[in-house]
Each structure stands twice: as structure tokens, then as C-alpha cells.
């Protein structure tokens, strides 16, 4: 949305005409991309192409494949990468919370394509915390690119869900104007936050990043094709329940009988028909195994066009070799690198850019400017290559026992893995000094 004057009236009077349209179509496409990330909603769209009565007959199986494909596909936050900053900036944020969210971000941003990413003061931890915004709406300024403003949804307070849905606003500092913050109800009426509804930071509080660099808009595509393959996958499975129930047991006709004629049947009853009536049984006429098939290469060229492969059972009820496997992962080690440079390395500045304007308002601290960001790289070793990488490691000393552990177990405290190693090697040394006793005493 362009906003054209910076007066507050003309601000509040644009975004109550926004809040009228606010179910756009833009809206909807990103709760129904949302409903089959969360799982949620599935039946009604797959209910779309089957009769009420088939729906009846079988239950619903789904595969959350849209879930799936966008956690193989976020790599770039699998691991939290390690940062150089000042030492009080930890002391001031929810790094728990950071490192949470940025995972769930990455995620959605494949998603949707497009995501907001808010920084908030917990007035309760003095901490800064964060929060997605998966539905949003910028405000530009004419010629600007980037948002001077945003307004977004929230629906709970805590974990209470509110009566009604409002709206917050935020808006930089522009042209000798404070910015604003304030909020605005489903009718459109302003609430304030603070006195005079000034935005205390001066700057957005709230980053955004893409998929993929804006071309023509400010929001790209997101994973709409994965979405569509998870649809179709649902009702091809919904599809191949039907089949192996009529197959099982029949669909059952009856010819030659009036519509006044009452037939009693039942697996513990004789069917009696009148005279010149007909009674018959058809299964389906498509072929289950065409149906897997047919459902196994919808799935495989999606996720080919997304850097990923699927593993799936063999009909001898093998599966594919981890080798196999990864050489089928190794084009996603590019695209995490690709990512990683153009998107997640330039949004971490600019979120600590924000987080530190935040920390210095609300504390009155000077933060260091200095913020590196140092990403792990992308695993996609088989166990005996990375078992084969470390030993040449080790011989060549370029790691050590401690580091390995700590990278199969991020979680790992340095303390604790020289805990673990000392007792590894007193365990080892027991049995060569019990030896040594025995040779003493005999």
C-alpha cells in the first residue's frame, strides 16, 4: 500500500479502507498454503472432488508432504549459527526464542515466499523476543522500494484468543515526522500503546525477507507447486482407499426390479429376486498399481524441481541405498550455499540492526556495531564419508574428539564433552593398568 501523505489522519484513513478488503486474494492463498503446512483443513479441500458418499465410505489419509519438503528444504538455520557480538547484546535477547524462529522462518518463507519477521521488548524477561508475521501489509512511500510501514493481524493475546481481530501498525521516522505506532480494531478505530502513538525506536521493528530478490512486487512465489502435489497426492490416495475397498467388496446392482421392490440383503440373508431380475457385482476399473505410480511421479517431479528427492519403497520391499540417497540430495548443497548469500547473511544484519536499536531504547546501552554470523555448513555425508572426513581430519590435526562430538550434538556444552572424553579414556586405561598389576604380582 502507498501511502501519500504522512499526516496521521490520512495513514489512519488508508488503513481503514485497507482493513474493508482485508480478505484479499493474497490473503487466501497464503492461509491455504498455511492449512497444509499445519495440516489443517485438509478434508474440506480434498472433499472438492469426491461425492459426500465417498467420503463416507473410507477415512482420510494425508501425507503432509508440504511440511515435509519445507524442512528438508531448511538448512540454513538446521544448525544456529554462531555469532561474533557484543557480549551484552546475549544478555539482552531471547537467543532460545531467536534460534526457534529462525527455523520456523525459513520454513514459511519457502512457503509463502515472502515473510515478516518482528522484534519485540518483553518488558517481563527485559529481554528482546521474536515474532512471525505470515499475513501483512507494507507501506511505501511513493518512489521508496523499501517499507517505511507495516500493519499485520494478530488474533491472540498470549494464549487467549481475542474476541475480535486487530490490527497493529508501525511506521518509521520520515521527513521530520515521528513515526507511529498504534493499533486498529475490526471496525477501523484507532487504540493506542503509547502517549501520542510515537513509534519510541524511530526505525520499523519488523525485517523482511524473500525467496527469492523481488522483481515486479514486493511478495514472490512461494511454494505453491509443492502444495499443489500434496492436494493431489491426498486425493490420489483418497482415490486408492476407494479402489481397494470396492475391490474388496463390490460395488453391488441389482437390474429387472421396480423402484417399489424392497431387497433384503446381508452377509447372514438369501437374496430372493422376482422373476427376470439380475444381481451383479463390479469393482473398479482403474488399476491400484497404475494409481501408486501415477501418484509416485507427481511427487518425484515436484520435489525434482525443488532440489529434493523422495525415497520410496521398492516392490520387492527394499529401499534405496543411502548412498543412492545422497547422491540424489547433493543439488540442495548449492542452493542452501545460494540462499545463505543472498538471503539469510543480509537479513541477520538487518534484524540485529533492528534488535540493537531496541536493546539501546529500552536499556540505555550502547551495543558494538560489530555483527558476524558465521553459518554452519551443510551436512550431506553419509555416515562412513563423514566417519572417513574426520579420521583425516584427526591425523592431519585439524579437529578433535571434543569438536566431533559437539557436531553430532549441537546441543553439547564444551564442559560436557571433556566430561565425556575423560571418562571414555579412564575407561580405557583401566583395563592396561589392571594388566599391568597382574604382571606386577605374578
Not at 499526516?7 to 493474497?26: C, P, V
Not at 490490527?167 to 477501523?188: L, S
Not at 517431479?301 to 547433493?330: C, P
Amino acid at each position: 500500500m502507498i501511502i501519500q501523505d504522512l499526516s496521521e489522519q490520512l495513514i489512519i484513513d488508508s488503513l481503514s479502507d485497507y482493513l474493508g478488503n482485508i480478505e484479499t486474494q493474497r490473503t487466501r492463498e497464503r492461509e491455504y498454503l498455511l492449512d497444509f503446512y499445519e495440516g489443517v483443513n485438509i478434508e474440506n479441500y480434498v472433499g472438492e472432488y469426491f461425492a459426500s458418499e465417498s467420503l463416507q465410505q473410507v477415512p482420510m489419509f494425508t501425507q503432509n508432504l508440504t511440511r515435509r519438503v519445507c524442512k528438508a528444504r531448511g538448512q540454513a538455520y538446521k544448525r544456529p549459527p554462531r555469532m561474533k557480538v557484543d557480549e551484552r547484546y546475549q544478555d539482552f535477547a531471547d537467543l532460545q526464542d531467536l534460534n526457534s524462529k529462525r527455523r520456523q522462518l525459513e520454513q514459511t518463507t519457502f512457503l509463502l515466499g515472502t515473510m515478516g519477521f518482528r522484534s519485540l521488548w518483553n518488558p517481563r524477561s527485559n529481554k528482546v523476543e521474536y515474532e512471525l508475521l505470515p499475513f501483512l501489509e507494507p507501506l511505501f512511500l511513493p518512489g521508496e522500494k523499501e517499507p517505511f510501514g507495516c500493519i499485520y493481524a494478530i488474533e491472540n493475546e498470549g494464549m487467549s484468543r481475542l474476541a475480535k481481530q486487530e490490527f497493529i501498525v508501525w511506521t518509521a521516522d520520515r521527513e521530520g515526522m515521528p513515526g507511529k505506532h498504534f493499533g486498529i480494531d475490526a471496525n477501523g478505530d484507532k487504540f493506542s500503546f503509547n502517549e501520542g502513538d510515537v513509534n519510541p525506536y524511530g526505525i520499523l521493528p519488523v525485517s523482511f525477507c524473500h525467496k527469492y530478490s523481488p522483481i515486479r512486487d514486493f511478495f514472490v512465489g512461494g511454494a505453491e507447486d509443492v502444495v499443489r502435489a500434496d492436494l493431489a497426492l491426498s486425493v490420489a490416495a483418497m482415490e486408492i482407499s476407494l479402489c481397494i475397498r470396492l475391490g474388496a467388496i463390490g460395488v453391488k446392482f441389482v437390474t429387472g426390479v421396480d423402484d417399489r421392490s424392497r431387497i433384503s440383503m446381508g452377509v447372514d440373508k438369501i437374496l430372493y429376486l422376482p422373476e427376470g431380475a439380475n444381481f451383479g457385482v463390479t469393482g473398479p476399473s482403474a488399476s491400484i498399481s497404475d494409481l501408486i505410480l501415477g501418484a509416485k511421479y507427481l511427487v518425484e517431479t515436484t520435489l525434482n524441481n525443488n532440489q529434493l528427492r523422495v525415497k520410496f519403497i521398492d516392490s520387492h520391499g527394499n529401499a534405496e541405498s543411502a548412498e543412492a540417497l545422497r547422491v540424489q540430495e547433493i543439488d540442495n548443497y548449492s542452493e542452501v550455499q545460494a540462499n545463505i548469500e543472498d538471503t539469510w547473511r543480509a537479513w541477520e544484519h538487518k534484524r540485529f540492526e533492528i534488535d540493537k536499536r531496541i536493546i539501546e531504547v529500552q536499556t540505555g546501552q550502547k551495543l558494538s556495531d560489530e555483527y558476524l554470523v558465521d553459518f554452519e555448513e551443510p551436512q550431506i555425508l553419509s555416515p562412513s564419508e563423514e566417519r572417513e572426513m574426520f579420521t583425516w581430519l584427526f591425523q592431519n590435526k585439524l579437529a578433535t574428539r571434543k569438536s566431533y562430538l559437539m557436531l553430532k550434538n549441537p546441543d553439547m556444552l564444551p564442559e560436557d564433552a571433556e566430561a565425556l572424553l575423560s571418562e571414555v579414556d579412564d575407561s580405557e586405561a583401566q583395563p592396561e593398568q589392571n594388566r599391568l598389576l597382574n604382571r606386577l604380582q605374578g
